[in-house]
């Protein structure tokens, strides 16, 4: 069965500190990983990783992939209040034209200022 | 940008009335999916189409089925509501064989069944 698990389910720490985020993930024909913010609306796309051990930066966040052990991190520095959110993370997988999204349950991120 | 937009954000329906929720996206974009979400459950893909008049049962379909007689459009349709099918339903879309490419969700649309 194709699974996303995420861990912690939920996380509080106080504004400036470094938060580590955990995706794990079992699926066929993996494609890629995806990680998306989700306030109280849609979710927002943050990064697709498709190669091992490369970071990919967006300001304050970064993700990195590790296809050999199936996992991947997603790291917020000198957090804020504004990145209290859930976030999901998505296994992407399946044959070329009927690719398909598994995710996990999400971490709700909680910033106290 | 990419615009997904849903036909409601909030509706209130009753045991056993047929609902449909439509879907449109403005980007040309092949692939389009409904997905509902859960508290502790995540989001659960219920039905995929890769094209016009093809769709693909996702990991929830039962109870549920979809229409894309557009490319813009699909539409999920809960053929006789049940107060199980209470949740937030997420429509989303991006390219075909998208390895490299998002999805692009809409706003959301959070159903009561009462």
């Known amino acids: 069965e194709d699974k996303v698990v995420q861990s912690p389910l939920s996380l509080v720490v106080h504004e400036g500190d470094t938060v580590t985020l955990n995706c794990s993930y079992e699926?066929?024909?993996?494609?890629?990983l995806l990680w998306y913010k989700q306030e109280k609306k849609a979710p927002t796309f943050l990064f697709m990783l498709?190669?091992?051990?490369i970071e990919k930066k967006s300001g304050r966040l970064s993700s990195i992939l590790d296809k050999k052990e199936l996992f991947s991190i997603l790291n917020i520095t000198a957090t804020q209040t504004g990145d209290s959110a859930v976030y999901l993370c998505a296994a992407k997988f399946g044959r070329f034209g009927n690719e398909k999204l598994t995710f996990g349950t999400g971490t709700r991120l909680t910033i106290i200022p | 940008d990419v615009k997904v937009t849903q036909s409601s954000r909030y509706l209130v329906k009753r045991t056993g009335e047929k609902v449909f929720l439509e879907c449109v996206q403005d980007m040309d974009h092949e692939n389009m999916f409904w997905y509902r979400q859960d508290p502790g459950l995540g989001l659960r893909l219920i039905y995929f189409s890769y094209d016009v008049k093809m769709k693909e049962k996702g990991d929830i379909p039962e109870g549920y089925s979809v229409s894309r007689e557009k490319k813009e459009r699909f539409s999920l349709i809960l053929e006789s509501a049940s107060t199980n099918q209470t949740s937030m339903y997420l429509c989303?879309?991006?390219?075909?064989?998208?390895?490299?490419?998002?999805?692009?969700f809409g706003p959301g649309t959070r159903l009561t069944v009462l």
């Open positions: 498709t190669s091992s051990g």
């Open positions: 989303a879309s991006s390219l075909l064989g998208a390895t490299y490419n998002e999805q692009f």
């Open positions: 699926v066929t024909n993996f494609r890629s």
